[in-house]
């Protein structure tokens, strides 16, 4: 999708370091690392947010988590854990409007979000 920056970067038009890339998804660091541990799985696809997936969408969706939790593990967090977030619409605080699912970890997170 034109003017989507995610668009750009899983496509390769913006240069960017992929951590692991295949036919539907790229990870990427987090411009803005908000935990020692901040990776982002970006489906190749445009799909503006999680409110937006499909019927269709079902084995992305699965691929996403799962790619999350090979990262995890290849990152070194999955014995001492990890958050998986994904920010939807305006209350849910989603700036970037193609969906993505942050990978944070690498110290203790609170307990309560809000
Ligand atoms: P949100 O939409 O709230 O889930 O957050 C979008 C995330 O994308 C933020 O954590 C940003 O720091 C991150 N971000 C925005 N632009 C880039 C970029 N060019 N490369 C990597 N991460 C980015
Ligand atoms: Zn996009």
């Known amino acids: 999708m034109e003017d989507c920056i995610f668009c750009k970067i899983a496509q390769g038009q913006i240069p960017s370091t992929f951590l692991y890339e ?19 799985v970006l489906p190749k696809k445009h799909i503006q947010s999680l409110a937006a997936a499909q019927e269709e969408d079902r084995d992305l969706l699965g691929h996403m988590l799962m790619t999350a939790k090979n990262m995890a593990r ?29 990978i944070m970890g690498g110290k203790q997170l609170p307990e309560q979000m809000v």
């Open 22 to 40: 295949d036919d539907q998804v790229v990870v990427i660091n987090d411009i803005n690392p908000q935990t020692p541990v901040h990776m982002l």
């Open 74 to 102: 290849e990152r070194g967090v999955a014995e001492s854990g990890y958050r998986i977030i994904v920010n939807t619409g305006r209350d849910g605080a989603q700036t970037v409007q193609h969906l993505h699912m942050h």
